[in-house]
């Protein structure tokens, strides 16, 4: 009867949603995040249609460069957060930063969904969703300005304000599972394939080593 009742109530209770494995891509600027994930997402074979990469909501414009994203003004982000309409949102660097509500279902699905978070919004995935596989992406800091300085989107000052805050020792995952992506791109792309493997087999058989 007791665990009846503890199963119910687990039901009744929209969040964390239980099932499925959240891999929360996070790390400095210039570290080479979507690098990554654009390295791992044809190479993936037959996990590709268990593996769902959450395409960002940004209050920037397309055109302004960087990962291809949903472009949202400012007003209709914040009416679309009010509203319920993203799963998780965020600010950094002043913009916004949204996923859209269609994880959740991924989730309860049981699939997995990658996605390219602020370090400082994953204690927040983890109220969401149980089982998140934080993955800390890093570079050395002469890589890391070298990185920023050749895409051209930022001042220098902007530049150096991104590399403070990648050294904050306030935003470090104590649990994530780091990966230091200053060298070829194919040995870090590697590793983070063998995380996205492992999170495929888990969601599989709803545990891990």
Excluded at 94 to 99: F, V
Excluded at 173 to 197: K, M
């Amino acid at each position: 009867m007791i665990s009846e009742t503890i199963e119910r109530t687990q039901e009744e209770t929209p969040f964390p949603i239980r099932h499925g494995v959240f891999v929360a891509v996070a790390g400095p600027s210039g570290a080479g995040k979507d690098s990554l994930i654009d390295y791992a997402r044809p190479r993936l074979g037959a996990l590709a249609a268990d593996i769902v990469f959450a395409r960002r909501i940004i209050t920037r414009p397309p055109e302004a460069g960087g990962e291809a994203h949903d472009a949202m003004d400012a007003e209709a982000f914040e009416r679309a957060r009010a509203e319920g309409r993203f799963a998780l949102s965020w600010r950094a660097h002043g913009l916004g930063y949204a996923l859209p509500a269609s994880v959740d279902a991924t989730m309860h699905a049981g699939g997995v969904v990658v996605a390219n978070v602020s370090r400082a919004v994953v204690p927040d995935i983890k109220v969401r969703y149980a089982h998140v596989a934080p993955v800390l992406i890093t570079a050395t800091p002469e890589v890391l300005a070298e990185r920023l300085a050749r895409r051209g989107r930022e001042t220098r000052e902007e530049v150096l304000a991104r590399l403070a805050r990648g050294t904050d020792s306030g935003l470090l995952i104590d649990d994530a599972i780091t990966i230091d992506n200053s060298g070829p791109l194919e040995v870090a792309g590697e590793r983070f394939l063998g995380v996205l493997r492992r999170a495929a087999a888990w969601s599989d058989i709803g545990g891990m080593d």
